[in-house]
């Protein structure tokens, strides 16, 4: 059995754990890497080491081919194109990179993108807008919004908007849209796509504390429409592969649901579907290097709620 690498692991403790045990159980070494040498998930792989895959995935590729490492999971979503477009380079090299095509990934990262894709494929979303800088009054019937940048992720720059000074303000600053306030509340579907693009699983959890768009207190809900929402969703969306997650609002009274964005990748709440039998790393690696086939599973746990806190690892720095 071949390695396995996460990439950019970071603070992501939780989802390291969970790679290393699908590996270790195999006798394969868990690797992960980060830019920031000070990284947390260094006390919790077999080998941790310093690269930056910001600019260049060149020293990831020959780090990879010298370690015998046969499976990359990207985690960050600045890098997921940059991987995409190098996975023919790296499978010359027998390294499989567990991300989706670059067209999908195009398509999601942009948000605009997402909701003329949405529009098109008869998606339910909110009605979402471009701000433009040089008439920020043609929005001014639709207030209050939320504004959010077009490539932004996670809840960074998200903005509630009821004042045309703030659209102008925002227009002027960069690239912004603006999107309709959705009624109903927040989940997010932890969903994996098979190879041949199926939507095997689609966990909905319903997000209770949220801190930089990661929910720190969530639980699993069953709920059909956002089941429903998920699978229409990957239908409509050819090259999405392995874990990813998808922002939407359910509203109750009328049993419906709006789908927000898509984020191509593991999401920070994932070790929740992982903990509710979701178990989408397992996955990725059976159909990666076992060459498995897999079927759909529906059987998780409903109603498991994930309670987060922060603690701490020591060390010594080396120099």
């Not at 403790?13 to 890497?33: D, E, M, N, P, Y």
């Not at 080998?47 to 990831?60: C, K």
Request: charged share 25%; hydrophobic share 40%; proline share 6%.
């Amino acid at each position: 059995m071949r390695n396995i690498l996460l990439s950019s692991a970071g603070s992501k403790v939780a989802l390291a754990r969970i790679v290393a045990l699908s590996a270790r159980k195999r006798g394969a070494t868990f690797f992960a890497t980060d830019e920031n040498e000070n990284a947390p998930t260094r006390h919790f792989a077999d080998v941790f080491e310093t690269i930056d895959t910001s600019s260049s995935l060149d020293a990831l590729l020959d780090y990879c081919s010298d370690q015998a490492i046969g499976l990359v999971i990207p985690s960050r979503h600045s890098t997921l194109k940059a991987f995409a477009k190098a996975k023919p380079r790296f499978q010359e090299r027998g390294i499989q990179i567990g991300v989706s095509s670059v067209d999908s990934i195009e398509m999601c990262i942009n948000k605009l993108n997402t909701f003329e894709h949405f529009t098109r494929s008869g998606i339910p979303t909110p009605k979402t807008f471009a701000l433009d800088p040089e008439s920020p009054e043609l929005i001014v019937p639709q207030l209050p919004l939320i504004a959010k940048p077009v490539y932004g992720s996670g809840s960074d720059r998200v903005h509630f908007v009821d004042k045309i000074e703030t659209i102008a303000q925002l227009a002027s600053s960069e690239e912004f849209l603006a999107q309709a306030i959705a009624p109903g509340i927040e989940y997010t579907i932890n969903a994996y796509v098979s190879k041949d693009g199926r939507c095997l699983c689609e966990i909905p959890h319903r997000r209770i504390a949220v801190e930089n768009g990661e929910s720190m207190q969530a639980t699993t809900e069953r709920i059909p429409a956002l089941a429903h929402l998920a699978q229409t969703i990957v239908e409509a969306t050819p090259g999405l592969w392995g874990p990813i997650n998808i922002q939407a609002f359910y509203d109750p009274e009328s049993e419906s649901a709006l789908a927000i964005e898509i984020n191509p990748r593991i999401g920070g709440g994932y070790p929740l579907a992982d903990k509710a039998k979701g178990e989408f790393i397992e996955w990725l690696i059976q159909e990666t290097l076992e060459d498995r086939a897999l079927e759909a599973f529906d059987s998780w746990t409903s109603g498991l709620r994930m309670l987060r806190f922060r603690e701490s690892v020591f060390d010594f720095p080396s120099h």
